[in-house]
């Protein structure tokens, strides 16, 4: 269940934020200020407003959870692209990225090229049984790749985001070997949210709520779920995206989601000057 709680502030230049936003921009080195980042494009001050917004929706909505991860990956830059906004510490343990293969850290977006790949250091073991997985992507390409998940073997159990097969397919696993989350989409752009909730899967989507089936939850994979494809560590990480699909952001949650919370989503990726 969500649970809702305090939300704690403190002043930064005279001005009241979220203690935790102050934590993640600070690991960020970014300065509360008219400095220019983002290619010009936001001064510091902006960004803080944005993720102060951002984080106060997360904590509102009972989703925040140290052991989540929330990567904002437009920031044209590795090494604040790896950190995590729920624990910022350069720590495995704490869910920063690390990155495998060409990943290209390009303004607004993150992608491979043409076999990078990022690792959270999340299981499907560690995960709840409620839990969500998501990314915002700022292109529509239908392509066999994969945005995220992993796969055991010879077990077959798997969790995976894909919002736009070659076939015009969303597919999602979470929790499953042989049971598959499918229906029709022909725009991977902008927020896309699979979640299990109990024996349901849900899919949303920029507009909302594309699909909701009934796929019992099966098995829990023991291997770590990656970033931009499947890990499979049997025979070597697949489903690379080879550029086509390009992230602002991507993340793992230990529950199911709100509206607010991918509304939140868009809203900073707007913020951020990321949005398509």
């Not at 407003?49 to 044209?76: P, R």
Request: glycine fraction near 8%.
């Amino acid at each position: 269940m969500l649970s809702f709680g305090l939300q704690f502030k403190t002043k930064v230049l005279g001005k009241v934020f979220n203690v935790k936003t102050v934590t993640y921009l600070n690991a960020q080195s970014i300065l509360n200020d008219s400095t220019p980042y983002l290619g010009g494009t936001r001064t510091g001050a902006q960004i803080w407003l944005a993720f102060d917004k951002f984080i106060n929706v997360v904590e509102g909505q009972g989703l925040w959870n140290a052991d989540s991860a929330f990567h904002y990956t437009g920031w044209g830059d590795a090494n604040r692209n790896k950190i995590n906004v729920f624990t910022p510490s350069d720590t495995d343990s704490a869910h920063r990225l690390v990155f495998g293969g060409n990943v290209v850290h390009g303004l607004h977006e993150m992608y491979n090229n043409p076999t990078g790949r990022a690792n959270p250091f999340i299981t499907g073991t560690s995960l709840p049984d409620d839990f969500s997985m998501g990314v915002y992507s700022r292109t529509n390409v239908a392509q066999n790749t994969i945005d995220m998940g992993c796969t055991d073997v010879p077990s077959n159990n798997t969790n995976y985001l894909i919002p736009r097969y070659g076939a015009n397919q969303i597919m999602v696993k979470a929790h499953n070997t042989s049971g598959l989350l499918t229906s029709t989409q022909t725009d991977s752009r902008r927020v896309q949210h699979a979640e299990r909730q109990g024996s349901t899967l849900r899919y949303y989507n920029g507009t909302g709520l594309v699909t909701s089936q009934i796929v019992t939850l099966q098995a829990k994979a023991t291997s770590e779920i990656w970033y931009m494809c499947r890990n499979v560590p049997a025979s070597g990480p697949n489903g690379f995206d080879h550029s086509s699909r390009r992230y602002a952001c991507m993340y793992i949650l230990r529950n199911f989601a709100t509206d607010a919370y991918r509304a939140a989503v868009n809203d900073l990726v707007i913020d951020m000057g990321a949005s398509v």
